[in-house]
Protein backbone atom coordinates (compact mmCIF):
# COMPACT_ATOMS: atom_id res chain seq x y z
CA UNK A 1 0.00 0.00 0.00
CA UNK A 2 1.05 3.21 -0.49
CA UNK A 3 1.82 5.63 2.31
CA UNK A 4 1.68 9.43 2.69
CA UNK A 5 3.21 11.67 5.17
CA UNK A 6 1.21 15.07 5.37
CA UNK A 7 2.59 17.72 7.25
CA UNK A 8 0.71 20.79 8.39
CA UNK A 9 3.61 24.30 9.13
CA UNK A 10 3.06 26.53 11.60
CA UNK A 11 -0.24 28.12 12.55
CA UNK A 12 -2.33 25.67 11.25
CA UNK A 13 -3.16 24.15 14.35
CA UNK A 14 -5.41 27.25 14.76
CA UNK A 15 -7.27 26.53 11.81
CA UNK A 16 -10.93 27.59 12.21
CA UNK A 17 -10.25 30.58 14.59
CA UNK A 18 -7.56 31.95 12.38
CA UNK A 19 -8.77 34.09 9.62
CA UNK A 20 -11.66 31.77 8.51
CA UNK A 21 -12.37 34.17 5.77
CA UNK A 22 -8.83 33.48 4.25
CA UNK A 23 -8.33 29.70 5.38
CA UNK A 24 -12.43 28.97 5.76
CA UNK A 25 -13.76 27.36 9.25
CA UNK A 26 -12.39 23.62 9.36
CA UNK A 27 -10.58 22.91 12.42
CA UNK A 28 -7.24 20.93 11.55
CA UNK A 29 -9.35 18.01 13.08
CA UNK A 30 -11.66 18.48 10.40
CA UNK A 31 -9.14 18.63 7.41
CA UNK A 32 -7.15 15.62 9.00
CA UNK A 33 -10.74 13.59 9.22
CA UNK A 34 -11.21 14.37 5.39
CA UNK A 35 -7.73 13.55 4.35
CA UNK A 36 -8.43 9.93 6.20
CA UNK A 37 -11.71 9.36 4.61
CA UNK A 38 -10.10 10.33 1.01
CA UNK A 39 -7.22 7.92 1.64
CA UNK A 40 -9.39 5.43 2.61
CA UNK A 41 -11.52 5.80 -0.29
CA UNK A 42 -8.54 5.38 -2.29
CA UNK A 43 -6.55 3.11 -0.62
CA UNK A 44 -3.89 4.75 0.77
CA UNK A 45 -1.88 5.23 4.35
CA UNK A 46 -1.92 8.25 5.47
CA UNK A 47 -0.32 9.72 8.51
CA UNK A 48 -0.65 13.48 9.82
CA UNK A 49 1.56 15.67 11.29
CA UNK A 50 1.66 19.44 12.77
CA UNK A 51 4.98 21.52 13.61
CA UNK A 52 4.95 25.30 14.21
CA UNK A 53 8.72 25.06 13.91
CA UNK A 54 11.18 24.42 10.49
CA UNK A 55 12.83 22.34 12.45
CA UNK A 56 10.11 20.49 13.18
CA UNK A 57 9.09 20.35 9.88
CA UNK A 58 12.62 18.81 8.36
CA UNK A 59 12.67 16.39 11.07
CA UNK A 60 8.88 14.94 10.16
CA UNK A 61 10.76 15.14 6.17
CA UNK A 62 13.44 12.87 7.41
CA UNK A 63 11.16 10.53 8.99
CA UNK A 64 8.92 10.53 6.32
CA UNK A 65 11.97 9.02 4.38
CA UNK A 66 11.93 5.54 6.72
CA UNK A 67 8.27 4.38 5.79
CA UNK A 68 6.49 7.00 3.40
CA UNK A 69 6.40 6.92 -0.91
CA UNK A 70 4.85 10.86 -1.13
CA UNK A 71 5.24 13.68 0.75
CA UNK A 72 2.03 16.35 0.69
CA UNK A 73 2.97 19.26 2.47
CA UNK A 74 2.06 23.17 3.68
CA UNK A 75 4.84 24.49 5.24
CA UNK A 76 2.59 27.66 5.81
CA UNK A 77 4.73 30.71 6.34
CA UNK A 78 7.70 29.10 6.05
CA UNK A 79 6.81 28.32 2.27
CA UNK A 80 8.00 31.86 1.32
CA UNK A 81 11.50 31.57 3.46
CA UNK A 82 12.87 28.40 3.97
CA UNK A 83 15.23 26.97 1.84
CA UNK A 84 16.34 24.73 4.61
CA UNK A 85 12.60 22.69 4.33
CA UNK A 86 13.80 22.74 0.26
CA UNK A 87 16.97 21.20 1.11
CA UNK A 88 15.40 18.52 3.42
CA UNK A 89 12.55 17.88 0.13
CA UNK A 90 15.50 17.76 -2.16
CA UNK A 91 17.35 15.47 0.19
CA UNK A 92 15.05 12.80 0.73
CA UNK A 93 14.28 12.20 -2.96
CA UNK A 94 10.33 11.52 -2.35
CA UNK A 95 7.86 13.48 -4.41
CA UNK A 96 6.34 15.74 -2.22
CA UNK A 97 3.28 17.83 -3.12
CA UNK A 98 2.50 21.08 -1.78
CA UNK A 99 -0.60 22.18 -0.68
CA UNK A 100 -1.76 25.69 0.30
CA UNK A 101 -5.71 26.32 1.83
CA UNK A 102 -5.51 29.33 0.18
CA UNK A 103 -4.56 30.69 -3.63
CA UNK A 104 -1.87 32.55 -2.68
CA UNK A 105 -0.80 33.90 -6.00
CA UNK A 106 -3.95 35.66 -5.85
CA UNK A 107 -3.05 37.13 -1.92
CA UNK A 108 -2.16 40.76 -1.35
CA UNK A 109 1.03 40.00 -0.13
CA UNK A 110 3.72 40.07 -2.50
CA UNK A 111 5.84 37.59 -0.73
CA UNK A 112 3.09 34.81 -0.89
CA UNK A 113 3.63 35.04 -4.75
CA UNK A 114 7.19 33.14 -4.44
CA UNK A 115 7.33 29.96 -3.20
CA UNK A 116 10.96 28.51 -2.81
CA UNK A 117 9.66 24.97 -0.72
CA UNK A 118 7.43 24.69 -4.39
CA UNK A 119 10.73 24.24 -6.14
CA UNK A 120 11.48 21.08 -4.54
CA UNK A 121 7.62 19.71 -5.16
CA UNK A 122 6.52 17.77 -8.02
CA UNK A 123 3.27 20.08 -8.33
CA UNK A 124 1.33 22.31 -6.21
CA UNK A 125 -2.56 22.85 -5.23
CA UNK A 126 -3.92 25.71 -3.75
CA UNK A 127 -6.77 27.27 -3.10
CA UNK A 128 -9.21 24.92 -2.30
CA UNK A 129 -9.56 24.83 1.23
CA UNK A 130 -9.66 21.45 2.93
CA UNK A 131 -9.97 20.23 -0.84
CA UNK A 132 -6.44 21.47 -1.46
CA UNK A 133 -5.43 18.58 0.53
CA UNK A 134 -8.04 15.41 -0.67
CA UNK A 135 -6.72 16.86 -4.57
CA UNK A 136 -3.65 16.29 -3.51
CA UNK A 137 -4.09 12.53 -2.03
CA UNK A 138 -5.56 12.38 -5.61
CA UNK A 139 -1.98 13.30 -7.23
CA UNK A 140 -0.36 11.16 -4.97
CA UNK A 141 -2.89 8.02 -6.42
CA UNK A 142 -2.06 9.11 -9.94
CA UNK A 143 1.34 9.41 -9.36
CA UNK A 144 1.01 5.81 -8.22
CA UNK A 145 -0.83 5.11 -11.40
CA UNK A 146 1.36 6.27 -13.65
CA UNK A 147 4.17 3.87 -11.56
CA UNK A 148 5.85 7.34 -10.60
CA UNK A 149 6.17 6.51 -7.17
C1 LIG B 1 -0.92 29.02 3.60
C2 LIG B 1 -0.51 30.29 2.84
C3 LIG B 1 0.73 30.91 3.47
O1 LIG B 1 1.09 32.09 2.76
C4 LIG B 1 0.44 31.29 4.91
O2 LIG B 1 1.61 31.80 5.52
C5 LIG B 1 -0.14 30.18 5.70
C6 LIG B 1 -1.12 29.28 5.07
C7 LIG B 1 -2.21 28.41 3.03
O3 LIG B 1 -2.46 27.25 3.31
O4 LIG B 1 -2.99 29.10 2.35
O5 LIG B 1 0.13 30.04 6.89
O6 LIG B 1 0.11 28.05 3.43
Redesign the pocket.
Known amino acids: MIKVMVIH ?4 DLLGEREPE ?2 GSCSLADINAAIAAEAKLLGLEVRCEQSNSEGGIIDLIHEARTWANAIII ?7 TSVAIYDALRAVRMPAIE ?6 AA ?1 P ?1 E ?2 HRSLTGAACVGMI ?2 FHTA ?1 YTLALRAVKHLADQAQL
Open positions: GPNLIYNPAGYTHVHLSNVREFRAGS
